[in-house]
């Protein structure tokens, strides 16, 4: 049986009107008596790190609103978009088997540097398969490792070149879900993400003030309902 669908777009910010001038800059996208999905803004962390000035997250802000929120996966600081959070322990849970039996759904929307040139595959659709291996004397960078790194693949799909600006805006969608993934599989191609300080030429850093990579789309069947949850956001560049 086909499940229903429920499609959900982006709502209204939680801003400081609903909650104070310390907690701007995010939306509340979907919520239920079982999960959220949030959209986080570039520049701000997923998850507390480590010392005083690491401790504003978006895990942080959502729990003023939301006690029980729990974090299920992470985006980098760097990049925008669709977060998905578990209200208590048995729905984080729940979420996190769905993540690791690779049931969740999500595309990502990048720009990079350079005229990316279409897959030759049907659709237009390529995969990335290079293994993802920490770049220890650089932590927290990831370097390709045919030796010593975990398997990693991402499909990509080329959208519109940017004549003007030499650039190529491009879909994503992970299969698998390693730290950096896209940057570092971007970068091997030899087109990195606009505005990325961490694997950016100083030159493409330039381009942008920001990292050009946004979690556009989240798809899963919601644990407790068993209904399709279809989520988008689109980005702002």
Not at 159 to 165: G, K, P, R, S, W
Request: net charge neutral; proline share 9%.
């Amino acid at each position: 049986m086909i499940p229903d669908i429920e499609a959900v777009r982006p709502g209204t910010p939680a801003t400081a009107d609903s909650l104070s001038p310390l907690f701007p800059l995010f939306q509340i996208i979907h919520a239920d008596d079982s999960l959220l999905v949030l959209n986080k803004p570039p520049g701000l962390l997923a998850v507390p790190g480590r010392g005083a000035d690491k401790q504003d997250c978006l895990s942080r802000r959502v729990q003023s609103l939301y006690p029980d929120a729990l974090i299920v996966h992470r985006l980098d600081m760097a990049t925008s978009g669709l977060m998905l959070m578990g209200r208590g322990i048995a729905m984080q849970r729940a979420l996190s088997q769905l993540f690791e039996r690779r049931e969740v759904y999500k595309r990502y929307l990048a720009v990079v540097d350079g005229r990316l040139q279409p897959a030759p595959e049907p659709g237009g659709w390529g995969l990335i398969d290079l293994p993802i291996a920490v770049d220890w004397p650089r932590r927290p960078l990831r370097i390709i490792d045919a030796a010593s790194g975990k398997p990693s693949q991402t499909r990509w799909r080329s959208v519109a070149f940017d004549e003007a600006a030499r650039s190529t805006r491009v879909e994503l969608e992970p299969v698998t879900g390693r730290s950096h993934q896209l940057r570092v599989h971007l970068q091997a191609l030899g087109h990195p993400i606009l505005g990325d300080v961490l694997y950016a030429c100083e030159a493409v850093q330039a381009l942008s003030p920001r990292l050009l990579l946004h979690a556009c789309a989240l798809r899963l069947v919601h644990p407790a309902t068993g209904v399709l949850l279809s989520v988008e956001s689109p980005p702002d560049f």
